[in-house]
C-alpha cells in the first residue's frame, strides 16, 4: 500500500506558473512509477506526465510538453509537477498516481494508487 497526497494547487493568471507536491507514504516510494492526470469538469481523466522509478526517463502528454516538468526525489518521498506558462485549458483536478510494474503507462486504469487530488484554476 501506498498513501499519496497531492498539495500545492490553487488560483492563478494565464501565464502564470504553480508547483504541485505528492507526497508519499507507505511502501517504498523508489520502487513506483509515478505520474501525474488531471480531470477537467465533463472531460473525462488524462495523462499529464510521468516519471521512472530512478527518475531518468520522463514522459508528458503533447499539450504540456516544454512547459511542464515532472521531477521526483526519493530521499523526501515526493513527486512534483512544475508548470509554467499556465493556459486556461489546464484549469483541471491534478491527481498524483503511482503503480508497481516498470514503465510510464498512459492510462489511468494502470495505476494502483491514486491521491484525493488538487484543483488547479487558470484565468484568463
Known amino acids: 500500500q501506498v498513501q499519496l497526497v497531492e498539495s500545492g494547487g490553487g488560483l492563478v493568471q494565464a501565464g502564470g506558473s504553480l508547483r504541485l507536491s505528492c507526497a508519499a507514504s507507505?511502501?517504498?516510494?523508489?520502487?513506483?512509477?509515478m505520474a501525474w492526470f488531471r480531470q477537467a469538469p465533463g472531460k473525462e481523466r488524462e495523462f499529464v506526465a510521468g516519471?521512472?522509478?530512478?527518475?531518468?526517463?520522463?514522459n508528458y502528454a503533447d499539450s504540456v510538453k516544454g512547459r511542464f516538468t515532472v521531477s521526483r526525489d526519493n530521499a523526501v518521498n515526493t513527486v512534483y509537477l512544475q508548470m509554467n506558462s499556465l493556459r486556461s485549458d489546464d484549469t483541471a483536478v491534478y491527481y498524483c498516481?503511482?503503480?508497481?510494474?516498470?514503465?510510464?503507462?498512459?492510462?489511468?486504469?494502470?495505476?494502483?494508487?491514486w491521491g484525493q487530488g488538487t484543483q488547479v484554476t487558470v484565468s484568463s
Open positions: 498516481a503511482a503503480k508497481a510494474d516498470l514503465g510510464i503507462a498512459l492510462r489511468s486504469y494502470a495505476y494502483n494508487y
Open positions: 507507505g511502501r517504498t516510494f523508489s520502487s513506483f512509477v
Open positions: 516519471i521512472t522509478r530512478g527518475g531518468y526517463i520522463t
